[in-house]
Structures are given as C-alpha cells and as structure tokens.
C-alpha cells in the first residue's frame, strides 16, 4: 500500500538525479569517490592537499540541509529509539563501514555505477543486514 499523502516521486528523482551527477562529477573532476565514510574518514587525517575539499564537501552537506530546511516547511522527525541505542547503531554503522571498506554511498551510489563486483556484494550485504535486523526487532521482539 503506497502512502499517497507522503508520495514524493518528482522529489525523489530530483534528489537521485542530483545524487548521481554529483557522484559523476566528483569521479570526472576529482578522480574521487563520494563515499562519505571515506570523506569524513579523511578529514580526520588532515592534510593540506586532501582537507580543503573534504571540509568543502562536508560543508555542502550541511548548508543543503539548511538551505533544504528554509525553503520549505521543516519535517517533523521522530526517532522511536532511546539515545543509548540510537549512539549504539551509529557506532555498529561506523565500524561496518571500516570493515565493509566503504559505505552505502561509496559501494551503493558509486561502485555499482561502476560494476565494481565488490559493491555489488557490500550493498547486498548492506541490505540484507537491514532486513534482518528490522525483522528481528518489530516482528520477533515487538519493538
């Protein structure tokens, strides 16, 4: 059953196809992959040739939402999680990401985009892990 009051498929494909072009651009113009495990990873290891553009490409994150955010009426998010388990997935996020080399980004937007086998493989992982897991926590324990 699709939900026509939040239906946004306009929306959605403008936000895909500016997800693509700027994966393509970064690829053309960088030789970069826009991964953002990668990118943020980066920036912890700052160097001179490799901070600005990663600092520039957090910033763009950041001012989009904003801008996003102004623009139009901001959403109500609401995360039916405690803060404990919500700091508890980022970090499980974040050490997948080191061990899987990548994140849904960099293996999903950009590796399959380039038929790298080994994306094809992480985001199978990616969604297979999601699967279980959402199954496991609303349907066998009923959270």
């Given at each position: ?15 895909g196809l500016l997800i693509g072009v700027a994966a393509a651009a970064m690829v053309l113009l960088l ?91 992480a985001t199978a992982t990616f969604m297979a892990a999601g699967f279980v897991t959402v199954y496991i ?7």
């Amino acid at each position: 059953m699709i939900d026509l009051d939040h239906f946004t498929p306009i929306a959605s494909l403008c936000g895909g196809l500016l997800i693509g072009v700027a994966a393509a651009a970064m690829v053309l113009l960088l030789g970069r992959i826009a991964g953002i495990s990668g990118i943020v990873g980066g920036l912890l290891r700052w160097t001179k040739r490799e901070g600005a553009w990663r600092a520039a490409f957090v910033a763009g994150l950041i001012v989009a939402a904003l801008i996003a955010r102004a623009l139009d009426a901001p959403v109500a998010i609401t995360v039916d999680a405690s803060w404990p388990a919500v700091v508890a997935a980022g970090l499980l996020v974040g050490i997948g990401t080191r061990y899987g080399s990548g994140c849904t980004s960099g293996h999903g937007v950009c590796g399959i985009s380039r038929g790298a086998t080994r994306s094809l493989v992480a985001t199978a992982t990616f969604m297979a892990a999601g699967f279980v897991t959402v199954y496991i926590i609303r349907h066998l324990l009923g959270a």
